[in-house]
């Protein structure tokens, strides 16, 4: 089974669903020495199935798929009519059309867990709740590591009882959606390195620390808290190798976009992004109800992304984004992992990770 101990350099590319994790982002980050990620989430099972065949291209270095946990049917069918017609004015005037609300979307998630069980993939990790017991028994019984993403120290103490493998710790400066058990909640909002340090003073499983991790300095200070590696995502998100829209790798170093801001307007889920029109005029409106909101806007999303209109379009970036630099993947990963490992922190990086690799 994969151990993050087999990496060379503890850093992880955050699955990011919506295109920005691409099969080459994955390779290059591996082949670096770190490890990279699918995200599964809103793929069909053939589109995810063809994107794993692309990274075994050639070679098969470790990696990793994320996969969204199913939410109970929709409950506030009032509220999402309610966001709906505040969507109408919006929708006419690019000639859009809303698409009918779902009361459930499973995401084809047995289907996917099938799927990573008959391709053995080595990594698979699980957003938006805990995996059932069924599907982490059926990735044990090929080998796979799995993890549960948590937000809070009752989280981790319910992932660790479900015999998961890791912990993804994720805290409040993380870009996209906040890996909240149920849509209902309001996010805790420890800071990343208080709730590592409180993860790590009970957990006996390993950690991976994610959100706002911009530079070398925040590993080291990671890493010495406890965590075994950090996950980053808004950091990759301008390489060459990022699948991100080009207006919103754009939106990052525009100066009219200056802070990020927590919002549901997009999707319905708590997801920290760039501070844009559409969440200036929706986000006081928009209902707790994923993934029902997320399909609402789909259509005006994907419009703004056709006419590069970042207003339009749900930026997700985390609290770090202004250091999001654009050059290649690997050259991200070993320039933070060479500032990690000269920067002061509490004790030094682990020996573990001083074999060799190039920088």
Known sequence: MFSLKDLRIPIIAAPM???ASTPALVRSLSAGGGLGFLAAGYKTPDALARQIADVHQGSRPPYGVNV???????????????????????ALEH??????????????????VALLIGHR????????????????????????????????VREAVLAEERGVDVLC????????????????????????????RAISDLAVLPLIAAGGIHSGA??????????????????FLRTAESGAQQAHKDALVDPNFDRT??????????????????IIEHDATAPRAYPQVNHLTSGLRADAGRRGD????????????????????ADVLSRLWQDARVSPSQRPVSNQFDGDFDV
């Open 261 to 278: 801001v927590v919002t549901r307007a997009f999707s319905g889920r708590p997801a920290r992004g760039l501070r844009n029109a559409f």
């Open 169 to 196: 710790v994720q805290g409040p400066e993380a870009g996209g959606h906040r890996a909240t058990f149920t849509t209902a909640e309001e996010p805790e909002t420890t800071p990343l390195i208080e709730l590592v």
């Open 68 to 90: 969204f946990v199913p939410g109970p049917p929709l409950t506030d069918q009032a509220g999402v009519d309610a966001y709906r017609r505040s969507l109408t004015a919006t």
């Open 218 to 235: 925040g590993i080291a200070t990671l890493l010495a808290a406890g965590a075994d590696a950090v996950q980053l995502g808004t950091a």
């Open 310 to 329: 970042a207003d339009g379009l749900a930026l997700w970036a985390g609290t770090g984004f202004r250091s999001a630099r654009a050059e290649p993947a």
């Open 95 to 112: 000639g859009v059309e809303l698409p009918p609300t779902l009361a459930a979307d499973d995401d084809w998630f047995s289907a996917k």
């Open 121 to 152: 993939v080595p990594v698979v990790s699980f957003t938006f709740g805990l995996p059932p017991a069924e599907a982490v028994d059926g990735l044990h019984a090929v080998d796979a590591c799995v993890i549960a993403t948590v937000t809070s």
């Open 17 to 19: 669903a919506g295109g």
